[in-house]
């Protein structure tokens, strides 16, 4: 079994950055594909972000120059520095990671950009 345990969430004003930790526990026998993924109020969840064991990450299209991926394989834990945060940008983040042809999921951090 694997846990997943996002922290970093909170309130910042348009413009403002956070940075989101995704710390994986259990039976870890390999760090491959992890991501990031949100949900905002009444919407469906959808991709932020991934990063595989190799150099590929990938971004949704919204988040591309503000929103940076990046792992720590020593410490199972991946990131996700958001900078020039937007209202839009207001959802639950969920940490997501494949290992062994299972999908875990983290509970959620609330990330809310307000003024």
């Known amino acids: 079994q694997v846990q997943l345990v996002e922290s970093g969430g909170g309130l910042v004003q348009p413009g403002g950055s956070l940075r989101l930790s995704c710390a994986a526990s259990?039976?870890?026998?390999?760090?491959?594909?992890m991501g990031w993924y949100r949900q905002a109020a009444g919407k469906e969840r959808g991709f932020v972000a991934r990063i595989s064991s190799g150099t590929f990450t990938n971004y949704e299209d919204s988040v591309k120059g503000r929103f940076t991926i990046s792992r720590d394989n020593a410490k199972n834990t991946v990131y996700l520095q958001m900078n020039s945060l937007e209202p839009e940008d207001t959802a639950v983040y969920y940490c997501?990671?494949?290992?062994?042809?299972?999908?875990?999921w983290g509970k959620g951090t609330q990330v809310t950009v307000s003024s």
């Open positions: 997501h990671m494949v290992q062994g042809g299972r999908q875990y």
């Open positions: 259990g039976s870890i026998f390999s760090f491959t594909n």
